[in-house]
């Protein structure tokens, strides 16, 4: 979301001091009734209705000196799970905050198929718990479930 200018703060406020009520403000300058009472507020705290800097919340301050250790762990593969980094890093932080700092870094998960789409043709798998050849339609169906229900046991 992008922030709101200076001018048009200016020209809300201009119309709130003027008499206005909230919600005719807000239908004038199609902003929301919440935006004006927020800045009214923010003007009555601080003597500004400029847009507020935001700070790095105390989490990702934690991780600020982590970004080359991040990505040496990810790249070299040492480091599979967000535990594992974070427990690489020696940090004490929530693993979201781990992974919004490393979709931050533009690195992304892309869960791949198996193998290949077939073009017609039934491609086979041999089934390594049974030895009896699956389709690879059953053998995605059980890396489903696997998925889904965590690891089978046999």
Avoid at 3 to 11: G, K, P
Avoid at 15 to 21: A, Q
Wanted: proline share 2%; hydrophobic share 35%.
């Amino acid at each position: 979301m992008e922030t709101i200018s200076l001018d048009l703060r200016t020209r809300i406020m201009l119309d709130s001091d003027s008499g206005m009520t909230d919600s005719d403000v807000a239908a004038k300058h199609i902003v929301s009734v919440a935006f004006v009472k927020k800045l009214k507020s923010q003007r009555r705290r601080t003597g500004s209705i400029a847009p507020i800097e935001r700070k790095l919340d105390s989490q990702r301050r934690k991780l600020s000196g982590c970004e080359d250790d991040l990505r040496r762990l990810i790249d070299s593969g040492e480091a599979r799970t967000l535990e594992e980094l974070r427990q690489k890093l020696r940090v004490r932080v929530s693993l979201f905050t781990i992974w919004r700092e490393v979709h931050r870094l533009g690195y992304r998960y892309k869960k791949r198929h198996l193998l290949p789409q077939s073009k017609g043709e039934k491609t086979w798998l041999e089934n390594a718990t049974t030895g009896f050849a699956v389709g690879v339609a059953g053998m995605r169906k059980s890396l489903f479930f696997s998925m889904k229900h965590g690891p089978r046991r046999i």
